[in-house]
Each structure stands twice: as C-alpha cells, then as structure tokens.
C-alpha cells in the first residue's frame, strides 16, 4: 500500500516536471520556468523521464489490476467454500432420507409378509 502512495506520489511529482504540452520546453520544478532545451544529452534525458514516467505509469496500472483480481478470486474463494458446504449438508440430509425410506421399506415388507402368512393360514383352514 505504501508502495503505491510513493509511486503515485512520484508519478505526480514528475508529471508536473513534464509537461506533453510543451513539447521541446523542459518546465524548471522549483521556478516554474520554461527553458528551451539545447544539448542532446538534455533532451536524452527529457525522453528518458518521460519513458519512465509512462512505465510508471503501466506499472501502477497492472498493480491494481493484479490487486482487483487476487480480490476477486478471494471472492471466488469464499463462495466456493461456501458452496461445498451447502452441497456437503444437502448429502448428508439425502442420505439420511434414504436411510429412513429404507427402514420404512423393511417395516413395509416385514408387516406384508405378516398379513400374507396369516392368509394362508386362514385359506389353508377353509
């Protein structure tokens, strides 16, 4: 976090150096003159700070962007856990359920024989 205030600081501190609008004309920081650039190794470093600034300025773009995406996969994350969770309770409560539905079976079958053998000993008596 204090990474990105420094280099947001940085990034404001230089681009008020610089101006796109100036075009050939170096903006002093402490005067707020304009003075014309004459040497080659001043305009060198004129498009040196201006390739640094826009890579700076890449760089804290791909920082937030890799900062919205761990954000969204922790998101992703919790709803997954939360997700296995509820598929796991739903499970167990449908295995219970076929675990009462079986035991009622049995006790279904159990009273059906129940009845056909009094049957048959009440037909074999006729």
Not at 18 to 34: P, V
């Amino acid at each position: 976090m204090w990474r990105s205030l420094v280099s947001g600081f940085l990034v404001i501190v230089l681009a008020n150096t610089l101006s796109t609008l100036t075009d050939d004309k170096h903006q002093n920081a402490k005067t707020g003159k304009f003075t014309g650039l004459n040497s080659s190794l001043d305009i060198r470093s004129d498009i040196f700070r201006q390739l640094l600034n826009q890579e700076t300025l890449i760089r804290l773009a791909l920082e937030r962007k890799v900062q919205s995406v761990l954000m969204e996969m922790r998101e992703m994350e919790t709803k997954l856990t939360s997700n296995n969770k509820q598929v796991q309770d739903e499970v167990i409560a449908l295995q219970q359920m076929v675990h009462l539905l079986r035991s009622e079976n049995e006790a279904m079958k159990a009273q059906l024989e129940g009845k056909s053998n009094t049957t048959e000993l009440l037909s074999g008596m006729l």
